[in-house]
């Protein structure tokens, strides 16, 4: 599932609010803030919290709170109050004993460090009584530049937490505004500080984890958009460059679909031989493709004529395939995430 941060340094005021909605629409399900911020231990920071979990509430989303057992103690009542809203996990950093764990999973969902967990600290949870049914894991984020996760590193600690069949949550950045006092994105990994929140949610769910956060405190709206159109519609938009406009009404006029039987080098567009086998495709700029390239095949494939594909690598040229257009740079990026049956909207 998909989840978004929101901080409790700022009120939740109209701006706020909205953005919660847009997100919410976008197909987000559930918010992650925290409670652990020393220097803001008041009565001020409660209300927003309650206010966070009124404004959960009226848009059904579930709500992750970050605690330490000092911050716990202090906000246990404001935690009561903000459950009787919406539905709530405890996300436990420092200072919780095993007993307490236990104590608290009969009240609330509680998420564990996933990186930090151990054997012996779970099997003491089963030994008091806890059920690992009301138990999650989560990864943390990395402010500082160079500190986040290792991939290989996190893709071994996350079969070791699903050898255990336990939940896994992590982050990716934002694209909007980023969150001080360093203002260098919230990944778990660090090979993703930079890159793009929809690849990195996208990558990180083929690396075995349930639910993704963006750690920051805002995506941007065409952001939000291409969250929404991969993972409701399942299409990606595609920016092109058109070697002809002859070509524009053949490509832009429908939503192709990628083949449910995934080729290695190629993305091959289903509908499109049936669309063109109508036309008589001539040979015509038969040249190398590069990344990105947009081909149709020509009379001199037979009956795969009509085919159009998209280029996942650098391939020679061919005398039967015709070179029609070329994706963007930034479109390239995202043919990582076009699997089975995924839709392509091309944009020219």
Known sequence: MLGFSIYLDRPINGAQQDYIQTMAQAGFVQIFTSLHIPEMVNEALAQRFLDL???????????????????????????????????LKLRLDDG????????????WPIVLNASTLTDELLTGFIEHGGQTKSLSVGHNFYPQPYTGLDSNWFQQRNRWLKQRAL??????????????????????LEQQRHQDPLLA????????????FIGDPQLVSSTQL??????????????????????????????????????AEVIRCQESRQLNQQATVLPEHCIARQTGAITINNQLYGRYQGEIQICRTELPADPAVNVIGQLTPAACDYLALIGSRIGIQLQI
């Open 201 to 212: 949610a996208k990558a990180l769910f083929d690396q075995m984890v349930d639910d993704v």
């Open 96 to 107: 919780f004993g095993t007993e307490e764990m236990v104590h608290l999973a009969q009240q």
């Open 53 to 87: 979990a009124q404004v959960c509430q009226t848009t059904s989303l579930s709500l992750m709170v970050d605690v330490d057992a000092k911050t716990f103690k202090h906000y246990r009542q404001i935690l009561e109050q903000a459950a009787t809203y919406c539905q």
């Open 226 to 263: 291409a969250f929404k159109q991969y993972f409701q519609a399942h299409i990606v938009k595609l920016e092109v460059q058109l070697v002809s406009s002859k070509w524009r009404q053949v490509l832009g006029q429908h939503i192709w679909h990628n083949r449910p039987d995934v080729a």
């Open 167 to 188: 939940s896994i949550s992590a982050f990716v950045p934002g694209n909007g505004s980023l969150r001080g006092p360093l203002y260098q994105g919230l990944p778990t």
